[in-house]
């Protein structure tokens, strides 16, 4: 039997002798009645965790507390522990977040409504607590190093943008139910094709996730964990998505519900805001990046502060820290969309964050790799290069925006070169000659125009060959 198995029959198994107990039941009396081989403290956990579902409740004191079991028992054709063994991932789950994968699968009618908890986030202090060990941020810290920490904030990313653009448009996208295919958003990205079988809908939110990334890799110096930052980035991903289109990059001033949990967020709009500044005051303060992205990814969703799109602002708001410390990012490669959801829902009906914590480490360890190798076949970056990206990408940019061909091209470039120490400006004009005639369908995005004025620019230049 998995372990997972074990969590889930443990719990069926504590709730059916519960159930069986018309006066309740003390931990030692429930342990012998249901003839589980698990400790007490083991027990004593599940009991507290069905007690915040709402389907045990206690009595006495602490000494001689009993447990009841509070739902009017109902026949089960034992179909409703079925989905906790359905669609098991190659992502391994520690036991913690196995029991949250249980308890979040039970039928909404045993789990407790709940509502938005403040405690969750006021008692969390910033570089005091941790929701992660010492030893898993080493461990972060270690897939995740790039040899870029000497080099300017974002430096890293820039080296692989284009690969990122695709990998986290879509993996992004697909865990919000996105049917496009990783060539389909291959194709949208690099060559501005949407897939003729897929919903304008889709198209729309891969094309607004482009924009997010280059937001913050692009803008790396003035991108933080900030009101500015987090208000644009979800006017970026929800472009075009909402039935109102002034509430993007604008906190809810409404009241929501959560789809298929029985969590209820805030509806107080002035709360909603001070919580908001709460939690960007509090990320902003967290030291280590990997505890603020994870950090950004369970309070962002459980406050809901946006209309909607909620989860994508916090996916893309935890790759804010990583980019700015050269360290890989994070694209959610073959993270199980229902599992991450799973994950949201303990963080959301349960404040736990074991379950989405277990999918968080195991996510960055695979972006990292994948990236290490996409990295690795690049080779080393040229030094010239490096010092001069800014100028290079401005120049270029502004040459294939304004559809210049060769002529123009070299006038541009031998004026912008003036502005260089005069050993450079030779080898920078080569070089930016070298990169024009490289260009290609697949590599222009990370000169920040669209594929038309790719196209265009690019029969011009041919033309004036």
Not at 391 to 415: F, W
């Amino acid at each position: 039997m998995s372990r997972n198995s074990k969590v889930t029959q443990q719990i069926e198994v504590i709730i059916k002798v519960l159930s069986l107990m018309e006066h309740g039941g003390s931990i030692e009396e429930i342990k012998v009645a249901s003839g589980l081989d698990i400790e007490l403290r083991t027990l004593q956990r599940r009991l507290a965790d069905l007690k915040k579902l709402g389907l045990v409740k206690t009595s006495g004191d602490k000494r001689s507390t009993r447990y009841h079991y509070t739902v009017p028992r109902v026949e089960r054709s034992g179909a409703d522990f079925e989905n906790t063994t359905k669609g098991m991932s190659i992502l391994p789950l520690s036991e913690e977040g196995q029991e949250i994968r249980s308890l979040v699968l039970l039928p909404e009618p045993r789990r407790k409504p709940v509502g938005y908890n403040r405690e969750f986030l006021e008692r969390y202090r910033p570089n005091i607590d941790s929701y992660l060990k010492s030893g898993e941020k080493q461990k972060l810290g270690e897939v995740g190093k790039t040899l870029r920490e000497d080099q300017p904030a974002g430096t890293y990313v820039k080296e692989i943008l284009h690969r990122l653009l695709i990998d986290l448009s879509w993996n992004s996208s697909r865990l919000e139910g996105n049917t496009y295919s990783l060539l389909d958003t291959e194709r949208l990205i690099v060559q501005g094709k949407a897939a003729s079988n897929k919903s304008a809908r889709d198209a729309q939110m891969i094309l607004n996730h482009k924009d997010a990334i280059e937001f913050i890799v692009q803008g790396t110096d003035g991108i933080g964990l900030n009101r500015y930052t987090i208000l644009n980035l979800h006017a970026l991903l929800s472009n075009n998505l909402l039935p109102d289109p002034a509430a993007s990059g604008r906190l809810r001033t409404f009241a929501v519900g959560i789809s298929k949990s029985v969590y209820t967020p805030l509806a107080m709009p002035q709360l909603i805001e001070a919580m908001f500044e709460r939690i960007l005051e509090k990320a902003d303060q967290i030291q280590n990046p990997f505890e603020q992205a994870f950090f950004l990814m369970v309070h962002i969703p459980y406050l809901q502060p946006f209309d909607d799109v909620n989860k994508r602002v916090s996916r893309l708001a935890a790759n804010i820290p990583l980019n700015r410390n050269n360290i890989s990012p994070l694209s959610f490669t073959d993270v199980p969309s229902d599992l991450y959801t799973q994950g949201m829902l303990g963080i959301y009906e349960l404040n736990r964050i074991e379950l989405l914590k277990d999918i968080f480490l195991w996510a960055y360890e695979r972006s990292s790799l994948k990236y290490a190798a996409v990295r690795q076949s690049l080779g080393e970056p040229d030094p010239f290069r490096l010092k001069y990206r800014e100028q290079m990408r401005t120049l270029i940019t502004e040459i294939i925006s304004k559809t210049l061909g060769r002529e123009e091209s070299v006038a541009l470039m031998n004026d912008r070169a003036l502005q260089l120490p005069s050993n450079d400006r030779t080898k920078f004009i080569e070089t930016v000659e070298t990169e024009l005639m490289s260009l290609h369908e697949g590599n222009f995005a990370r000169y920040w125009v669209t594929p038309a004025e790719f196209r265009s620019w690019k029969n011009v230049w041919d033309i004036s060959d």
